[in-house]
Nanobody, 115 residues
Framework: QVQLVESGGGLVQPGGSLRLSCAAS????????MNWYRQAPGKERELVAT???????NVRESVKDRFAISRTYAQNTVYLQMNSLKPEDTAVYYC?????????WGQGTQVTVSS
């Protein structure tokens, strides 16, 4: 099992930046993949970015020129760097871990982009 704790959300003006963090309770090298999802009001949850155990990354096409996923082994933490934020990026952002055959979720962190 793994517990995930997200942080770093908040209110930001359009064009601003935020870095979300996801701290895992075990080594992220033991986890098949770590993902960031988001869910806007009235919309389905969507995959934003993935980083695999081997370090391969994939970012949603619609945000790949503004968002980046990374990790640090020492802190067992995965990050989502979000730049040039837009109002349509407003959502609850969730960290997800694929471990063995199970999926684990964090509690989510709210990101609001508004002037």
């Amino acid at each position: 099992q793994v517990q995930l704790v997200e942080s770093g959300g908040g209110l930001v003006q359009p064009g601003g930046s935020l870095r979300l963090s996801c701290a895992a309770s075990r080594s992220i090298l033991s986890i098949n993949a770590m993902n960031w999802y988001r869910q806007a009001p009235g919309k389905e949850r969507e995959l934003v970015a993935t980083i695999t155990r081997g370090g391969s990354t994939n970012v949603r096409e619609s945000v790949k020129d503004r968002f980046a996923i990374s990790r640090t082994y020492a802190q067992n933490t995965v990050y989502l760097q979000m730049n040039s934020l837009k109002p349509e990026d407003t959502a609850v952002y969730y960290c997800n871990a694929e471990l063995e055959r199970n999926q684990y979720w964090g509690q989510g962190t709210q990101v609001t982009v508004s002037s």
